[in-house]
Structures are given as C-alpha cells and as structure tokens.
C-alpha cells in the first residue's frame, strides 16, 4: 500500500490550492479515504472524508465550506481542493486510508500560506 | 464534537520500564477510541483500535484497555525505538477528534 501526497506549497492568504493523492497497492474504490492536517508543532486534526464512491462526504468545521474533497477511482487518486487559505491552515497534509481506524497514511504534503 | 484529552503531555522514562498514557473522553465513546505513534518527521502509525485490539505487526509491549470514556495505553518494556509521540483519536461521533498527543522521551 502506498499513498503519495503532491500539490504542496507556499500560497498566499486568501489563495488557492489542490492536493492530490496517488495510491497503489489495493483497491482504491473499495475503501474510504480522508485528509488528515498537522499544524507545525500540534497535533492531527481530521479534516474530511470520502466514501468508496464518493457519495458521502464529511468535513470539519474549520475547513467546511472552503475545502472539497474528491476521487477518481479510475485514477486511483484522491484530491482535496483548498481556498480562501488562512494562515491557520499552514500544515502538513496527509492522505489517509480508511475512516474508523486510519490504517495507512502518506508521507504528506506541507502546505505553507503565507504572505 | 467530543473533546479527547490526553495525559500527560510528556513523559521521560528509562529503557525497560513500563509507561501508561491516559486518554479521556468528554462523553462515553463505548469501544470506538484507536491509538496511534508518531516518530519524529513520520506520519503516524496505528497501534490499537477499538480499545485493545492490536494492530497487525505491532509488539505485543503495546497494550490498550478502558472502557466508556477513560483509555490506556501501556508500554511494558519500553525500547530505545518507541520515542516519538502518541495519540489517542475517538471514531464513535464526527468529527473524529484526537487527543493533543503525549511525547516520550528516552532518559
């Protein structure tokens, strides 16, 4: 199983983003998939969710209505689209396999917004 | 949300001895309360879900226990390679919040 992060990079507040996930190793239509973010220094905080499908979707507060999260299962990638980006939102982005116990995560993707 | 806290936020202990971190919930979260490590500069890695249910390839040093809305987790022998941080996260209500993370450090 591998998860692999791209997309990162310094942005200016109020900008604009788009990570994306590349994973191998399992079927990626089968299985749920999440963004996990970690400030520098803090802890992980979940930010969204996808189903297998892409019916169902969750997010946080913090990020709702300023993130969306997306799949294509044709690709085997997951992607998480970012903007109006805050200061607050500087991280390390992970992609993460799985909702009720995060099995796998990837390396992540350090997303830096500043000015 | 549930609010998960940890304790405590540190701890230094000595090769061989046996660590415990706590992990409290704001309401009971029945079995759904999963642990996680973090080595320096590495994503994290899942440890124990549903209370004590060990991960596949995971010391059996490692132990979870508690129920309704207190958790343990236990280091018998602690390694040299357990440093990093630890977290506990609730998966019973979204959003699935972690605890703040507990850091050990080897003396």
């Known amino acids: 199983v591998q998860l692999v992060e791209s997309g990162g990079g310094l942005v200016q507040p109020g900008g604009s983003l788009r990570l994306s996930c590349a994973t191998s190793?399992?079927?990626?239509?089968?299985?749920?998939m999440n963004w996990v973010r970690q400030a520098p220094g803090k802890g992980l905080e979940w930010i969204s969710y996808i189903s297998s499908s892409g019916t169902t979707i969750y997010y946080a507060d913090s990020v709702k209505g300023r993130f969306t999260i997306s799949r294509d299962n044709a690709k085997n990638s997951l992607f998480l689209e970012m903007s109006s980006l805050r200061a607050e939102d500087t991280a390390v982005y992970y992609c993460?396999?799985?909702?009720?116990?995060?099995?796998?995560w990837g390396q992540g993707s350090l997303v830096t917004v500043s000015s | 949300d549930i609010q998960v806290t940890q304790s405590p936020s540190s701890l230094s202990a000595s090769v061989g001895d046996t660590i415990t971190i706590t992990c409290r919930a704001s309401q009971t979260i029945t079995n759904h309360l999963n642990w996680y490590q973090q080595k320096p500069g590495k994503a994290p890695k899942l440890l124990i879900f549903a209370i004590s249910f060990l991960q596949s390839g995971v010391p059996p040093r490692f132990s979870g226990s508690g129920s309704g809305t207190d958790f343990t987790l236990t280091i018998s022998s602690l390694q040299a390679e357990d440093l990093g941080t630890y977290y506990c996260?609730?998966?019973?209500?979204?959003?699935?919040?972690f605890g703040q993370g507990t850091k050990v450090q080897i003396k």
């Open positions: 190793g399992f079927t990626f239509s089968s299985y749920e």
């Open positions: 993460a396999r799985d909702f009720s116990r995060i099995t796998y």
């Open positions: 996260q609730q998966s019973y209500s979204i959003p699935y919040t």
